[in-house]
């Protein structure tokens, strides 16, 4: 993570007094972290996969008008490009997963590997078949964990930069914290969590600009928690929770 910021960070050194997009130079970096947490060694074969805007495609395509029936036999241009983006996601993870396993067939690895795809690669050959997963599984893990991880850092990151611009009393404050933390040394993980002030302007720009707005959870069957009646499919709306006067106060819309 560290060596990925610092090559975003050299990046901008070479656009002094020149605009930047910050959104677009966010995605870039989580991309890169995000690729070398599933794929280790091969973080250059993942990241090249999910450069794919498979998300952005599945999002248009979430929200235009289909027709019974016909939709079966005609498709839209956006809907054959996002089939095209899963099937060549699909190919190329099978490719790697195939490549760690052959590593192990033919002795040049101890194992499946520590990064997340290798963890996914042994619990697709796990001995117990309870907790074997299937490869479409192991696939489908893949592209959640990216789109998950990377879209929802990618953004919050991009609001968090916008309101410490705007409020430049915190960015003093989280300068000096970081300062006063790290020196001129890198950041690690040991003093990184007891950044008090850097954690609170985070979980405040996660309140007020949440990178997912809602969420669906469901249940096996309707339940009754005191006088309220839960349904089998439950919406959360995270937003309106995060904005609701009742629980923050008069002052919620503010930073």
Not at 27 to 51: C, D, H, N, P, Q
Not at 202 to 228: A, C, D, F, H
Not at 231 to 250: C, F, K, S
Request: charged share 30%; net charge negative.
């Amino acid at each position: 993570m560290i060596s990925s910021v610092e090559m975003m960070l050299d990046r901008w050194k070479h656009h002094q007094d020149k605009e930047i997009d910050v959104s677009e130079e966010f995605r870039l970096l989580t991309l890169e972290v995000i690729s070398r947490t599933a794929f280790g060694s091969s973080y250059l074969k993942g990241k090249k996969i999910f450069e794919l805007k498979l998300s952005v495609l599945a999002n248009q395509n979430a929200f235009k008008l289909r027709f019974p029936g016909i939709s079966k036999f005609w498709k839209t241009a956006d809907e054959k490009e996002a089939e095209k983006l899963v099937t060549g996601i699909w190919d190329s993870v099978v490719e790697m997963t195939k490549k760690i396993e052959d590593k192990l067939l033919t002795k040049e690895a101890d194992g499946f590997g520590t990064d997340f795809l290798g963890s996914l690669v042994n619990a697709y050959h796990d001995t117990d078949e309870k907790k074997r997963i299937s490869i479409e599984e192991l696939v489908d893990e893949c592209k959640t964990f990216y789109i998950a991880g990377q879209e929802t850092s990618s953004t919050m990151l991009g609001w968090t930069l916008l309101l410490l611009a705007i409020h430049t009393d915190w960015q003093e404050a989280a300068r000096k914290e970081v300062i006063d933390s790290f020196g001129n040394k890198n950041p690690h993980l040991d003093g990184i969590v007891k950044l008090k002030t850097m954690t609170m302007i985070i979980n405040e720009s996660l309140r007020l600009y949440r990178p997912v707005i809602s969420m669906t959870r469901k249940v096996e069957r309707e339940v009754q928690l005191g006088k309220l009646i839960l349904p089998m499919t439950l919406h959360v709306a995270n937003m309106a929770l995060h904005h609701d006067t009742q629980i923050w106060g008069e002052d919620v819309h503010l930073f």
